[in-house]
C-alpha cells in the first residue's frame, strides 16, 4: 500500500531532502594555503596567532576544517575574519593513539593476535573488547572472560580507523557562505609560545667601555610548525584576566597588536620588538635571533661592600670580600628587554674570559643598568666592633674597618653601614658622604698593594616607645 502525505508535510519533507543534497562535503584546509603568519610572542608561555589563508568560495552550512593548528588554542579567543558570518566554531583534539582507539573499540568485536614465545607462532582470535586498566585489558572470548596484558605478545588488531580521530588537531567551523574565494585570517591565543632574552656584553681592554649583544631565544610547544611567519616580541609582564573577561579583553588586546609599528615601539604598558625578516619556527625548536645590538657604550666598576652595626656585643673579626659591580646607562634609542648578561672581558694575552653574569630587568632607555658579576678576589675586608657601652638612652658604638687591596692597581670602595634605629655619627676616622635614612656612606681610596683603615663612632638611640 502506497503512503500517503498531506501537501504540507511533503512540501517539507522534498525541501529537507534537497538542503541535505545540496549540502557540500567538509573543506579540509591545510597550511599549503597560508597566505601569511604573524605571530606575537609573550614572556610567558603565550602567543598569539594570526594566521591567513586562501579560501574558495563556502557553500552555507559547509564545515571547513582548517588543518595545522595549535593543540593549545585557547578557543574562547578565536576569531574569524573573511569567512562570512560563523555559525559555530571548535577545535578538535581527539588525537590518534593506542589508548583512544582502545576507548572507542570498547563493547566492540575486534581481533586479537597472540605470539607464541617459545615457537613465535602467532595465533588469531575474534574477541569482545570490555574494558581497559592500566596495562591490562578484560576481553569476552567465546563465553569467557579473559585478563590479558597489554605487551608485545598481545596485539589488538583494529578493523577500521574512527572518522573523528586524527593525527593532528584540526580547526573546525560553519558559516552563513560566502559569494567568491576570499583570504580568511584565524587569530587566537595558544599556549607553547614563549621567548627569552639573553646578553653577552664584552668590555674593552682597560674596562671603561662594553658592547651589547642581544639575542633572543624562541621556544615553540605548541604542536604545530610556523613557517615563515613574521614574529613580534612583548616585553612586559602581563596580567592575563579572570575566565568571565577573558575572550573580551584577549581579543581587544589581539587586534591592537595586529596593528603595532616598526620595531622597537611602545605599546600600552610594554614593549613591542618586530623582527624586521620572517623565519621558521617549527614545533619543539629553539631558535636564537639577534635582537639589540650596542658598540663602545660608556661602562662604571665598582666594589661595594655594607654590614649592618646593631647595639649587641660583638667580639668577632669579620672578613669578606666586597662585590664587583658594573654599571651603564642604556641609550636613547633601544629599551633592553629583561634578561640574562654573561660578561666578557680580554686577559693579557686579549682572549676573552668569562667573568661573572647577572640578570637584568626590563629598562626602558635613558636608564641606568646595574650588574652584580661576583666577588672582588683582589680586596678583602675586615672589620670589627672595638667598643660597645650603655648611655642613658642610647648606646656608643665604635667600629674598624680594615680594607686591604692586593692587586698591582689602586682600587676604590664604596662602604655602606646600616642602622636599624636612630643614630649620630660621633666621629669618623675619613669622611662621610651623602647618607641618608638609616645608612651611612663612605667612598674608600685604596692604592696599590697597600690597605686603608676607618674607624668610626656612632651613637645609637633607643627606639622611642
Do not use: C
Amino acid at each position: 500500500m502506497k503512503a500517503r502525505y498531506s501537501a504540507p508535510v511533503a512540501l517539507l519533507m522534498t525541501l529537507s531532502t534537497q538542503l541535505y543534497a545540496a549540502t557540500p562535503s567538509p573543506l579540509s584546509i591545510d597550511a599549503s594555503a597560508q597566505k601569511g603568519v604573524t605571530l606575537t610572542v609573550y614572556t610567558q608561555n603565550l602567543g598569539l596567532v594570526r594566521d591567513s589563508r586562501a579560501l574558495p568560495a563556502l557553500a552555507p552550512g559547509q564545515a571547513v576544517i582548517i588543518q595545522d593548528v595549535s593543540r593549545q588554542m585557547q578557543t574562547e579567543t578565536l576569531s574569524i575574519k573573511g569567512a562570512g558570518q560563523i555559525l559555530e566554531q571548535n577545535l578538535n583534539t581527539n588525537l590518534l593513539s593506542h589508548q583512544s582507539l582502545l576507548q572507542y573499540y570498547l563493547g566492540q568485536e575486534l581481533q586479537l593476535a597472540r605470539r607464541n614465545p617459545a615457537s613465535g607462532d602467532e595465533s588469531i582470535t575474534p574477541v569482545t573488547l570490555l574494558s581497559i586498566e592500566g596495562d591490562r585489558a578484560l576481553v569476552r572470548r567465546d563465553s569467557q572472560i579473559e585478563s590479558i596484558p597489554l605487551n608485545t605478545d598481545w596485539r589488538f588488531i583494529f578493523p577500521s580507523l574512527p572518522a573523528h580521530l586524527s593525527s593532528k588537531p584540526s580547526l573546525e567551523f560553519r558559516s552563513q557562505g560566502t559569494d567568491s574565494p576570499a583570504e580568511g585570517t584565524f587569530s587566537y591565543l595558544t599556549g607553547g609560545l614563549s621567548w627569552q632574552m639573553d646578553y653577552v656584553m664584552t668590555l674593552n681592554k682597560g674596562g671603561s667601555q662594553m658592547s651589547l649583544e642581544g639575542l633572543a631565544t624562541l621556544h615553540n610547544s605548541s604542536g604545530v610548525d610556523f613557517e615563515n611567519a613574521h614574529f613580534q616580541l612583548m616585553a612586559g609582564t602581563l596580567n592575563q584576566p579572570a575566565p568571565e573577561s577573558y575572550r573580551k579583553a584577549n581579543l581587544a588586546m589581539a587586534s591592537m597588536a595586529a596593528d603595532s609599528g616598526a620595531a622597537p615601539a611602545a605599546f600600552e604598558d610594554y614593549q613591542l620588538y618586530t623582527l624586521p625578516n620572517s623565519t621558521s619556527l617549527l614545533d619543539q625548536q629553539q631558535k636564537q635571533l639577534p635582537l639589540v645590538s650596542t658598540a663602545a657604550l660608556p661602562v662604571t666598576r665598582e666594589y661595594r661592600h655594607e654590614f649592618l652595626a646593631m647595639p649587641h656585643p660583638d667580639n668577632q673579626r669579620h672578613r669578606s670580600a666586597p662585590q664587583s659591580w658594573l654599571s651603564f646607562q642604556n641609550g636613547d634609542t633601544t629599551p633592553l628587554p629583561g634578561g640574562a648578561v654573561r660578561t666578557f672581558a680580554p686577559d693579557e694575552d686579549g682572549r676573552l674570559q668569562f667573568i661573572g653574569g647577572s640578570q637584568i630587568d626590563h629598562t626602558a632607555t635613558g636608564q641606568t643598568v646595574e650588574l652584580m658579576l661576583g666577588e672582588a678576589f683582589d680586596l678583602s675586608v675586615e672589620r670589627q666592633q672595638t667598643l660597645l657601652s650603655k648611655e642613658y638612652d642610647s648606646y656608643l658604638a665604635e667600629y674598624e674597618v680594615l680594607v686591604r687591596n692586593s692587586s698591582s692597581d689602586a682600587k676604590q670602595l664604596n662602604l655602606a653601614v646600616n642602622f636599624t634605629q636612630p643614630w649620630t655619627l660621633e666621629h669618623a676616622s675619613q669622611p662621610m658622604g651623602e647618607s641618608l635614612g638609616g645608612r651611612a656612606h663612605w667612598t674608600l681610596d685604596i692604592p696599590a698593594k697597600d690597605k686603608t683603615m676607618l674607624r668610626f663612632r656612632v651613637k645609637l638611640k633607643n627606639p622611642t616607645p
